[in-house]
């Protein structure tokens, strides 16, 4: 699926984020901004360290860092909220 919004499109593909011509690539966080295994093992220890040094990350917020051994140029860490947390029903 694709969709134009203002100047940017946008594209909805199906596969591998990390094997995907992207400049970056969104991965969930939690506030502690831990990697998942599977993503450590393909981005190396340099990004650990990378983000030891930001360390925390709160709900609803985001950081970018560099990729690591990625084919993408950054990775965006998004912290989302957790059902029983705050205000997950607020609108």
Known sequence: MKAKINK????ITQGDIFTLP?????????TDLTLSPSVLSRTGLGLQ????EIGY???GSA????????PVEKLIHVVGPRWGEG???DV
């Open 8 to 11: 940017v499109t946008i594209q």
């Open 63 to 70: 950081v970018m860092t560099s990729a690591g051994n990625l």
């Open 49 to 52: 360290r990378e983000i030891a």
């Open 87 to 89: 205000s997950e029903c």
């Open 22 to 30: 992207v400049a970056s690539v969104v991965v969930e966080a939690d």
């Open 57 to 59: 990350c709160e709900v």
